[in-house]
């Protein structure tokens, strides 16, 4: 299973070696007919084939399904359609997608090593981010019960590989935030001991949910860990956080989103899944699960 998603994270392609990217503020679009007129300049005719199920999309939108969209096992780029997308992301989603709802979640065990993890084979989603991005409110949501994974005040607080078993079948896993500078020594974590040789050596790792905070600038510290995440063919989802806030003068979260697919367009050959969220209005939690719901199957297969 493992050298399936490996290979199935390879259609990504590696990122190219960092080197302190210009993140541009582009206009942010959502919509794959707005993408394709104005990256592809389809005619009005092309145009109105694009979301029409009857009809195959037109070459200029095959070339950006590749580039732009996550095409998913089972569905071919010529076969997508607009109704395909999910809202809020670049999503496809294809024959591998099943039941998603969250009937029941209990928590199983805390783990200070990857080799403590539980070894009964079901399939898993890390979630992982800077200290702070809404981890364990975007835990709580997903399984729409507060207090499921500890929601803190104090940035650094998840210490451990914290395992949520759900519906008896697959498991939710929380993981130590990174890039939290004031904890103490004694209670910083050594991320690239510690959480990389869990992601190395995981064989029932689906894949990583790396969460980005929409209401700020893309970090270094995100872009490092995307390229790590890429460059060591771990499957990921790029998970846009408190998309309902605003801060600072006005930053929107479509500046961050726009910033973060400059980058993705310069150095992946294609874009890593990725979609909008929060845990306050419960935007994007029906397709982030519908969307776990097809990898995990596909994994499972």
Known sequence: MLLKLRIWSSRLGNPTPYSTPSLKLQPFRLNLRAHISSSAELNPDQLSAVGTASKSVVPETKKFARKF?????????????????????????????????????????????????????RPEFAILGRSNVGKSSLINTLVKRKEVALTSKKPG??????????????????????????ASESERMDWSAFTKGYFLNRETLVAVLL???????PKRIDIDCANWLGRNNIPMTIVFTKCDKMKGKGRRPEETLGAFQDFMKENYKQHPPWIMTSSVSGLGRDELLLHMSQLRNYWDQ
């Open 69 to 121: 969209l996550f095409v998913p096992p089972g569905v071919e780029p010529e076969e997508v359609t607009e109704k395909m997308v999910l809202p809020g992301s670049n999503i496809v989603i294809g024959p591998y997608a099943g039941h998603s709802q969250i009937k029941e979640i209990e928590f199983v065990k805390s783990s200070n090593r990857a080799k403590d993890c539980p070894r009964d084979e």
């Open 157 to 182: 607080k998840t210490q451990l590989i914290n395992h949520f078993l759900v519906n008896k079948s697959w498991y939710i896993v929380d993981l130590p935030g990174y890039g939290f500078a004031t």
């Open 211 to 217: 969460l980005i905070d929409a209401t700020i600038p």
